[in-house]
């Protein structure tokens, strides 16, 4: 008579865990240029998005963000500063189902806590690659290189390497774009 009870109390306590995190897609594989750009180990003294923006350009950096947006083809990504929250990871009751874009944010705070990540090859063009290898959306990654600024003010981080530090759990209603 108790093992049938046990055991129902064991199932109900299963299916009372709350949302489950979901790991996020496979990876797509990276170009070798591409994968040749992951670091052991994260660089030190790095700054945040924000920090570094406001310091100015700079020949040798490390900035530290959030991985919110990848561009399809290409090792070009933007990374978000820490001090952003993602959609969901302060309010539990966000049910965003795509917090990597930061769509709870305005569009001018968006702006000024991000920056642009390019790896570039010889020909100063940004590296074509299926993909990013080990890296997806709401990563916490550092990424060194030269910090530039163009003509439209514009900040860009040219990318010598990165190395994910972290990476999120989300709840299982989050759909991961593939």
Same mark, same amino acid.
């Not at 100015?56 to 070009?76: E, I």
């Not at 890296?135 to 990424?143: G, H, I, P």
């Not at 290189?145 to 860009?156: C, I, M, S, Y």
């Given at each position: 008579?108790?093992?049938?009870?046990?055991?129902?109390?064991?199932?109900?306590?299963?299916?009372?865990?709350?949302?489950?995190?979901?790991?996020?897609?496979?990876?797509?594989?990276?170009?070798?240029?591409?994968?040749?750009?992951?670091?052991?180990?994260?660089?030190?003294?790095?700054?945040?998005?924000?920090?570094?923006? $406001?310091?100015?350009?700079?020949?040798? !950096?490390? *900035? %530290? +963000?959030? /991985?919110?947006?990848?561009?399809? @083809?290409?090792? &070009?990504?933007?990374?978000?500063?820490?001090?952003?929250?993602?959609?969901?990871?302060?309010?539990?009751?966000?049910?965003?189902?795509?917090?990597?874009?930061?769509?709870?944010?305005?569009?001018?705070?968006?702006?000024?806590?991000?920056?642009?990540?390019?790896?570039?090859?010889?020909?100063?063009?940004?590296?074509?690659?299926?993909?990013?290898? $080990?890296?997806?959306?709401?990563?916490? !990654?550092? *990424? %060194? +290189?030269? /910090?530039?600024?163009?003509?439209? @003010?514009?900040? &860009?981080?040219?990318?010598?390497?990165?190395?994910?530090?972290?990476?999120?759990?989300?709840?299982?209603?989050?759909?991961?774009?593939?």
């Amino acid at each position: 008579m108790k093992t049938p009870f046990l055991l129902a109390v064991c199932i109900t306590l299963a299916a009372c865990g709350g949302p489950e995190a979901t790991p996020g897609p496979a990876a797509k594989a990276a170009s070798p240029a591409v994968a040749a750009l992951t670091l052991a180990q994260a660089p030190a003294n790095a700054l945040g998005v924000k920090a570094a923006k $406001d310091k100015g350009p700079a020949a040798d !950096v490390a *900035v %530290t +963000g959030r /991985l919110y947006d990848v561009t399809a @083809g290409f090792a &070009v990504m933007k990374i978000m500063d820490l001090a952003i929250p993602y959609c969901g990871e302060t309010n539990k009751e966000d049910t965003c189902g795509t917090p990597w874009d930061y769509c709870c944010e305005s569009k001018e705070t968006q702006t000024s806590n991000s920056l642009l990540v390019e790896a570039r090859g010889a020909d100063g063009k940004p590296l074509a690659t299926p993909g990013l290898g $080990d890296l997806r959306l709401l990563d916490k !990654v550092t *990424v %060194t +290189g030269k /910090l530039e600024k163009d003509e439209h @003010g514009n900040f &860009v981080l040219l990318a010598k390497g990165w190395h994910r530090t972290d990476r999120p759990a989300v709840p299982d209603y989050v759909k991961w774009p593939q």
